[in-house]
């Protein structure tokens, strides 16, 4: 079946705008995820979104940062005014999470610069 | 706190020889343990996992990992390395005690080169 789909995949702004990154995740999947992949920082959890529950928003860096889930599929990551060092690979992921043992699989994630 | 280390930043590697990466992790409770292998330009690929049961774990592309709880590792491996091996490797971890914290908790990744 078809697996976690990003758009858009690249993304230039200029500073101080605002973006907004899509994700699809797989069908059927409760949990979704994001994380950021940054030159020199690795990997890094940003919000995680299980069924109804309320998100898990520990690793947003800034107020600057949200995301949603509407409908517990599509999700929507929204930066506003927009820092350069916000320039990353933004990632996201989905998994089912019936035992807490799942694999997240993760989507081919939006490359965001930031000029 | 659970934290994941990957001590090496490159391997290299001849085409035929046997590769290893390495990763220790630190959780307060049991461990799951997780290799995803990333291309150029692409996401992340799921290799294998360890959940319990059986500490020497296969997954794709020929890819084994073994869980070592006395020294806390789970390191990567693979008998005969290919060209098309070369990427970039990362080791992640979850607590399996804190069902409250779903995240994987990741290495800073480990880049393979495999040369012909």
């Known amino acids: 079946g078809a697996g976690v789909s990003q758009s858009p995949s690249n993304k230039v702004t200029e500073k101080g705008k605002d973006v907004e990154l899509r994700c699809d995740p797989i069908?059927?999947?409760?949990?979704l995820y994001w994380y950021r992949q940054s030159l020199g920082q690795g990997l890094e959890f940003l919000i995680y979104?299980?069924?109804?529950?309320?998100?898990?928003k520990s690793g947003l860096p800034s107020d600057r940062f949200s995301a949603e889930r509407t409908g517990g599929s599509v999700s929507t990551l929204t930066i506003q005014r927009t820092q350069q060092e916000d320039s990353a690979v933004y990632l996201c992921?989905?998994?089912?999470?019936?035992?807490?043992?799942?694999?997240?699989?993760f989507g081919p994630g939006t490359r965001l610069l930031v000029l | 706190a659970q934290s994941v280390a990957q001590p090496e930043d490159q391997v290299n590697v001849a085409e035929g020889n046997p590769l290893t990466v390495k990763c220790t992790y630190s959780v307060s409770g049991n461990p799951y343990l997780f290799w995803y292998v990333q291309y150029p330009n692409r996401g992340l690929q799921f290799l294998l996992k360890y959940i319990t049961g059986d500490n020497l774990v296969k997954g794709s592309y020929g890819f084994e990992a073994e869980f070592n709880k006395s020294q806390t590792s789970f390191h990567l491996k693979k008998p005969s390395a290919l060209v098309s091996d070369s990427a970039l490797y990362f080791c992640a971890v979850r607590d399996r005690e804190n069902t409250g914290f779903q995240k994987l908790v990741f290495g800073t990744g480990t880049r393979l080169l495999v040369s012909p």
């Open positions: 992921a989905s998994s089912l999470e019936l035992l807490g043992t799942e694999t997240q699989y």
């Open positions: 069908s059927g999947h409760t949990a």
């Open positions: 979104f299980q069924g109804n529950s309320a998100p898990d």
